[in-house]
């Protein structure tokens, strides 16, 4: 099952780049043996239209265009806490009941268009705060080696 994210928003090169590429990078190498590929991530353009409500549709029909089929999973303040167990599990289920592929959503500064949230199979939070692309990305990065170190028994992983 590809993993991929859709993220408006373009990160400079630096530090915050690197923390992403080195765990997305850990992430494709102990994922493989589990049957998840890719973890690729694709930036988007922020949109310069006038509006908040027009900046956000604009860059929903580009993530919707940048997605691949399956499962999409939206990142919002407003979505569901999950643990990171609960996470490794819900993405272990998709993989094995033979979804293609997962893509994650981090909208922009205005966030992501209501309609997309709406359409999204998973909203989660990790925070009701507001947290800037450049971090969530590297959350989500985190989270998704977390996740292949936990559906592999990896002691990465230190739950209870």
């Known amino acids: ?6 993220a408006v928003g373009r990160m400079k090169n630096g530090p915050e780049r690197e923390l992403v590429a080195r765990y997305l990078d ?10 998840l590929t890719g973890f690729d991530v694709t930036e988007l353009s922020e ?27 939206a990142l919002d303040e407003r979505g569901k806490a999950l643990t990171s167990e609960a996470l490794a599990s ?6 094995d009941d033979g979804r293609p592929a997962v893509g994650f959503v981090i909208g922009g500064a ?22 800037p692309h450049q971090l969530v990305r590297i959350m989500l990065a985190e989270q ?9 028994g990896h002691p990465y992983h230190r739950g209870d």
Do not use: H, N
């Not at 099952?1 to 859709?6: E, S, V």
């Open 1 to 6: 099952m590809r993993m991929f994210i859709a």
């Open 26 to 35: 850990r992430a494709a190498g102990s994922g493989k043996p589990l049957a």
């Open 47 to 73: 949109s310069r239209a006038g509006s908040a409500a027009s900046r956000k549709a604009e860059e929903a029909r580009a993530i919707r265009a940048a997605l691949p089929d399956g499962i999409v999973v």
């Open 90 to 95: 819900q993405i272990g289920r998709w993989r």
């Open 110 to 131: 205005d966030g992501i268009d209501p309609d997309l949230v709406k359409s999204a199979d998973l909203v989660v939070s990790f925070s009701p705060m507001v947290w």
């Open 144 to 152: 998704l080696y977390r996740t292949t170190t936990i559906l592999s």
